[in-house]
């Protein structure tokens, strides 16, 4: 397994699971009560920054665990990280629709915050998934 590939398993596991981290915590949060109420803020950017350090600390340990024999990208690491980009950016561009409707219609915040939230984790965890894939699979 290629270093960039090891990378993206990281990127994949950490994205999503600190996403459903995030979406339990506001959950717990809400419990009967209306979940727009709820202050998404302080775990939203804890969720983040918990999953770009964990994300760091993970592609380390990986490496630690079992090294890869270069951490050079290859022609074929640079041709999937660019397909997959292309294919996830579709995924972006069409989920961020979500959230300018809800601008437009003047929701409130707690439900645009999420919506960008939720589209830029599901356009992370997208990318890293069609990497993956043409990893294992090939284009």
Known sequence: MSYEEKGTWVYLVVSAL??????????RRAGDGPVAEVPYLSP??????????????????LEIAKPSESHKAD???RDIDRFGEHVAVVVLGVGMVLPLVLALAEAPHFWIANAIYAVFNAWAVF?????????????
């Open 18 to 27: 600190t996403y459903v981290g995030y979406v339990v915590v506001v959950m």
């Open 75 to 77: 022609a074929r690491d």
């Open 127 to 139: 990318g890293a998934a069609v990497k993956l894939v043409a990893y294992r699979r090939g284009f």
């Open 44 to 61: 939203m950017l804890w969720a983040i920054g918990i999953a770009v350090g964990l994300a760091v600390v993970g592609r380390i340990a």
